[in-house]
């Protein structure tokens, strides 16, 4: 199936589904067809702390027509906090949309925790992802603000400094210590902090996820 990308919200979450639906054609020896459209990151902050998915949902949409003209079956927001707008999307949007939520549920559903932390954008975090994993229970995050400007700065220019990995880590571990069993990587971008480095609790990565339910289609 040819999937459609709504990509560069950020930079860094855009490489980890672009790379991530690459590796995993190249090991099962199927063709990758791909098309990206180009959404601005500050624009849908603005939207997203405005609380407009409205506005939003009318961006996207004309991202996924444009995809659709270019041959795409199916499109997908590559990214969490991008999500705040999908089901406003779903109902404009010229293609079925690859919603990442019920995929995360479904994969939470299937494993051994039951009680997890969320990190991500404020909204994320506050709604725990949307309102859409009732398979578990979420510890709410304290350190909201906190967590929430350390993310969006680091996920506008696609870099993470050790300062925000700390915060990263020490809410995770805030989590940990009121009972959470997992933390749950709600911001695609926490990757480009938590890869490669031990936090000392375990880990669930949503968009790790989404790419794997992504694949499922553009491999049919």
Do not use: W
Not at 5 to 26: N, Q
Not at 86 to 112: T, W
Not at 120 to 132: D, S, W
């Amino acid at each position: 199936m040819h999937i459609g990308l709504i990509a560069g919200i950020g930079p860094a979450a855009t490489d980890f589904y672009y790379r991530g639906l690459i590796e995993r054609h190249v090991a099962a020896g199927t063709r990758l067809d791909l098309t990206m459209a180009h959404a601005d990151v500050r624009e849908m902050s603005r939207n997203l702390v405005a609380k407009n998915p409205s506005k939003q949902a009318e961006i996207f949409a004309g991202l996924v027509g444009r995809m659709k003209a270019a041959g795409a079956q199916a499109a997908a927001i590559t990214s969490m906090g991008g999500h705040f707008c999908v089901n406003e999307l779903m109902a404009i949007s010229p293609l079925p949309i690859l919603n990442a939520i019920p995929a995360v549920d479904a994969s939470l559903a299937k494993g051994k925790f039951r009680k997890i932390g969320i990190l991500g954008t404020r909204t994320v975090m506050e709604t725990k992802l949307y309102g859409g994993i009732p398979s578990v229970e979420v510890v709410p995050t304290e350190a909201l603000d906190l967590v929430h400007d350390n993310y969006v700065a680091m996920a506008t220019v696609g870099h993470v400094t050790e300062a925000q990995r700390r915060v990263f880590f020490d809410a995770g571990r805030e989590l940990c210590s009121r009972g959470a069993e997992a933390i749950m990587l709600g911001g695609t971008d926490l990757f480009l902090a938590f890869a490669g480095h031990e936090p000392g609790f375990p880990v669930i990565d949503c968009a790790d996820i989404h790419v794997d339910a992504i694949y499922a289609k553009s491999a049919a």
